[in-house]
Structure formats: structure tokens, C-alpha cells
């Protein structure tokens, strides 16, 4: 089986997969000890064409796969594909589009939360994905005829699954639903890896404008010396160190030292000083110009129970509607719920308000109730 490895090659295939109405595209890359994720290989395959290409060769040039990515008249079909957009994007600032994720589309047709490619592949084809070459190391070569293979596969049985969600969405009416899911994957924002909003990964309860500050300017400074040394932000500093950080701003390497969450010996090392720098920067900078931070949701008394019957209800719903509650509404939307009369959160915004939102707001203003009836939830109008 023969990887792609010249830039002539790579033109001629892109040359037979822009005659085809949809692609399917999948990619093999290595990051458990970089910060970019190094790309190793690219499967992708149209109606009776398939192929291989090897990122890796030298001199290849990719752009011609990368005009292809973004050809409006070739639909991309990719499974649980951010991670490998993500990939595209750094490389060469591209986006595929148009875009379809199998993941996505199988969540708005009743195949659960997040669904596998495997599962996805056997539910919708009855195929079985051979997981054999699953640990391989991509960056090596030569790669085997079973690996490349195992690769391949990826992508061809994706194009029956493609159909199969196709026909299903036609059915159920809910083609708008993916578009609008599938337009929040085509925005650059959620690819960029600014170090100026790394804060915004860490979960910090203390909300204090020096704690915040100090937060920010720390996770700033990781994500700089991550990305310049190329390594795994956790290789840097962990979270627990970040947050520890923030909460005691250390003024000096003494101070640093007494921190348990900081490696021993860290004080010493030639980073110190500059951490040190974006702490102070962090202790000093005004409230005023902190960005705003969501409020936090106020646990009064009864809105434990009434999230867990939000709970139940976004469950009812969704065996109801055969949508994943996963891209319904999540955990922090329920609390938000609960707590605001005028929650700002997506399950309270277009279809999912239609199926969940405003059924949520009817149980917490008490005009629904929810009831067992034949051993099933069902729901109760009532007047309030």
C-alpha cells in the first residue's frame, strides 16, 4: 500500500477528490511530548478514491490538500474532528468547510453522548474497525501495509456512515440544527492558542481581582514558555501549581520555594525569575481592567433538588427528542438555570430552547411537573 510522498502525487490525488461532492478526511499526529501536535499522516477518500499522504516526506509541499480543505464546492466529512482542525489551522491557517462531523450529526440523531467512531461505524454499518494498529507510533517509518491499513479504514467506512446520517437527517427534519453546531467548529477563535486567555482552561473558584489577575498573568506566562520550548504545558508547570500561585502570589524566590504545589528546586531554576515577573504583574494589575468573569451561580437553599430535577428532565427530553443531552445542556447550564431568572446560556437559545429550554423554565416557575407513569418520566402541565 503506497503512502503519497511527492507534491505531484499529492496534486494529482487532489485533482480526482475535487471532482467527488464530499470527502472524508481523518489524520494521524503525535503530541504527548510537544505542545503542537506533529502531524504524521493524512487519510482521505471520495467516491471510489482514496489515499494516503506522508506529511513527513521530505519536500512535500501540502498546500494543494490544504486548497482542497477549503474548496466550498467538496463537502469534509470528519469524526470528532476539533482536534484535527485544530492541526489545519496551525499548519496553515485553514479551516475545512464546508464541514460535516460525523460525531456531532450522530448526537442530533439519537446516538448518545460523544458517540466512538467504533460505535459510530457499527451502529450505522454493521462494520468492525480492526484495532490492532491503534497504538501506533505514526512518526515512524517505514509504516506497515497492516497499519497503513488500519489507517485507511478510518476513512472509507466513514463514507457509509456519512450516508447513513445523511438519509437520517433528511427524515428527521434536523439538517439546521448540525449547520448551526457545525458553523461553532468553523470559527477560527476556538483554535487559537493565545497565551493572553490560557486562564480561561483553569477552573479557579476564588473570583478576588488579585487572585484573577495574578491567574491570568501566570497561565499567560506557561502557555509563552510552552509554546516557545515546544513542550506539554504540564512539563512547564502543572494547574495545581497555577492556582496555588494565584492564591498566594509569592513576592520571592523564598516564597516561592514554601509552595507545595511548585516542583522542589524550582526557585533555582533559570524560569524562576520570569514567573516571579508575571506574578507581580499579575498582584498589580487594576480591577478595571480585568476581562468579566461570569458570576458565580448562587447556591440558595432548594437549588440543589431543583438541578436534580432539571436533571431528570433534560434526560426525559432527550430520550424524548433522540438528541445526546451532552449537546443539549451540561451541568454549569442546569446551575444557571436554577439560579437566574434569566439564564444566559445555549439550551436557552434556538432549537434547544424549542426542546429543553422552555420546558426547563416551565418546571422551575412550577406551570410543569414531572411524574411516573408506566414506568416512565412524563410530564405534567399545571397551573401556577
Given at each position: 500500500?503506497?503512502?503519497?510522498?511527492?507534491?505531484?502525487?499529492?496534486?494529482?490525488?487532489?485533482?480526482?477528490?475535487?471532482?467527488?461532492?464530499?470527502?472524508?478526511?481523518?489524520?494521524?499526529?503525535?503530541?504527548?511530548?510537544?505542545?503542537?501536535?506533529?502531524?504524521?499522516?493524512?487519510?482521505?477518500?471520495?467516491?471510489?478514491?482514496?489515499?494516503?499522504?506522508?506529511?513527513?516526506?521530505?519536500?512535500?509541499?501540502?498546500?494543494?490538500?490544504?486548497?482542497?480543505?477549503v474548496n466550498p464546492h467538496v463537502l469534509k466529512v470528519m469524526h470528532g474532528?476539533?482536534?484535527?482542525?485544530?492541526?489545519?489551522?496551525?499548519?496553515?491557517?485553514?479551516?475545512?468547510?464546508?464541514?460535516?462531523?460525523?460525531?456531532?450529526a450522530a448526537m442530533v440523531c439519537g446516538f448518545g453522548d460523544a458517540v466512538?467512531?467504533?460505535?459510530?461505524?457499527?451502529?450505522?454499518?454493521?462494520?468492525?474497525?480492526?484495532?490492532?494498529?491503534?497504538?501506533?507510533?505514526?512518526?515512524?517509518?517505514?509504516?506497515?501495509?497492516?497499519?497503513?491499513?488500519?489507517?485507511?479504514?478510518?476513512?472509507?467506512?466513514?463514507?457509509?456512515?456519512?450516508?447513513?446520517?445523511?438519509?437520517?437527517?433528511?427524515?428527521?427534519?434536523?439538517?439546521?440544527?448540525?449547520?448551526?453546531?457545525?458553523?461553532?467548529?468553523?470559527?477560527?477563535?476556538?483554535?487559537?492558542?493565545?497565551?493572553?486567555?490560557?486562564?480561561?482552561?483553569?477552573?479557579?473558584?476564588?473570583?478576588?481581582?488579585?487572585?484573577?489577575?495574578?491567574?491570568?498573568?501566570?497561565?499567560?506566562?506557561?502557555?509563552?514558555?510552552?509554546?516557545?520550548?515546544?513542550?506539554?504545558?504540564?512539563?512547564?508547570?502543572?494547574?495545581?501549581?497555577?492556582?496555588?500561585?494565584?492564591?498566594?502570589?509569592?513576592?520571592?524566590?523564598?516564597?516561592?520555594?514554601?509552595?507545595?504545589?511548585?516542583?522542589?528546586?524550582?526557585?533555582?531554576?533559570?524560569?524562576?525569575?520570569?514567573?516571579?515577573?508575571?506574578?507581580?504583574?499579575?498582584?498589580?494589575?487594576?480591577?478595571?481592567?480585568?476581562?468579566?468573569?461570569?458570576?458565580?451561580?448562587?447556591?440558595?437553599?432548594?437549588?440543589?433538588?431543583?438541578?436534580e430535577l432539571l436533571k431528570v428532565l433534560l434526560k426525559q427530553r432527550s430520550?424524548?427528542?433522540?438528541?445526546?443531552?451532552?449537546?443539549?445542556?451540561?451541568?454549569?447550564?442546569?446551575?444557571?438555570?436554577?439560579?437566574?431568572?434569566?439564564?444566559?446560556?445555549?439550551?436557552?437559545?434556538?432549537?434547544?430552547?424549542?426542546?429543553?429550554?422552555?420546558?426547563?423554565?416551565?418546571?422551575?416557575?412550577?406551570?410543569?411537573?414531572?411524574?411516573?407513569?408506566?414506568?416512565?418520566?412524563?410530564?405534567?402541565?399545571?397551573?401556577?
Open positions: 500500500m503506497k503512502l503519497i510522498s511527492t507534491t505531484e502525487e499529492l496534486e494529482a490525488l487532489c485533482a480526482e477528490l475535487a471532482a467527488c461532492p464530499y470527502i472524508t478526511v481523518d489524520t494521524e499526529f503525535l503530541r504527548e511530548s510537544t505542545f503542537w501536535p506533529i502531524l504524521c499522516l493524512i487519510q482521505t477518500a471520495g467516491h471510489n478514491v482514496e489515499g494516503m499522504i506522508d506529511p513527513l516526506s521530505e519536500g512535500i509541499d501540502l498546500q494543494p490538500f490544504y486548497d482542497l480543505l474532528c476539533r482536534q484535527d482542525v485544530e492541526i489545519f489551522h496551525h499548519l496553515a491557517g485553514v479551516i475545512p468547510t464546508p464541514l460535516f462531523d460525523t460525531q456531532i466512538g467512531y467504533e460505535t459510530l461505524i457499527h451502529k450505522t454499518t454493521n462494520g468492525k474497525v480492526d484495532k490492532a494498529s491503534r497504538f501506533t507510533d505514526w512518526s515512524h517509518r517505514p509504516l506497515s501495509d497492516a497499519q497503513l491499513t488500519y489507517a485507511l479504514s478510518d476513512v472509507t467506512h466513514l463514507r457509509d456512515a456519512y450516508e447513513y446520517l445523511e438519509e437520517a437527517l433528511e427524515k428527521n427534519g434536523r439538517r439546521a440544527w448540525l449547520e448551526e453546531e457545525s458553523n461553532l467548529l468553523s470559527d477560527p477563535e476556538i483554535y487559537l492558542q493565545s497565551p493572553e486567555n490560557a486562564w480561561r482552561r483553569l477552573r479557579m473558584q476564588d473570583r478576588r481581582p488579585k487572585v484573577l489577575g495574578v491567574l491570568i498573568e501566570v497561565a499567560k506566562w506557561r502557555d509563552s514558555e510552552a509554546q516557545s520550548r515546544n513542550v506539554p504545558r504540564n512539563r512547564v508547570l502543572k494547574d495545581d501549581a497555577i492556582r496555588e500561585l494565584a492564591l498566594q502570589a509569592p513576592k520571592d524566590k523564598t516564597a516561592l520555594a514554601r509552595l507545595r504545589a511548585v516542583p522542589r528546586g524550582f526557585e533555582n531554576s533559570r524560569h524562576a525569575e520570569t514567573l516571579l515577573e508575571a506574578v507581580a504583574v499579575g498582584r498589580n494589575r487594576k480591577p478595571e481592567d480585568l476581562p468579566d468573569v461570569p458570576a458565580a451561580v448562587v447556591n440558595r437553599p432548594g437549588i440543589g433538588p431543583l438541578v430520550e424524548e427528542t433522540q438528541v445526546a443531552p451532552k449537546l443539549i445542556a451540561n451541568v454549569a447550564d442546569l446551575e444557571r438555570i436554577a439560579s437566574d431568572n434569566e439564564p444566559d446560556v445555549p439550551a436557552m437559545r434556538g432549537w434547544r430552547r424549542e426542546i429543553f429550554g422552555q420546558y426547563a423554565m416551565d418546571l422551575k416557575q412550577g406551570r410543569l411537573a414531572l411524574a411516573s407513569e408506566n414506568d416512565m418520566v412524563i410530564l405534567v402541565a399545571r397551573d401556577a
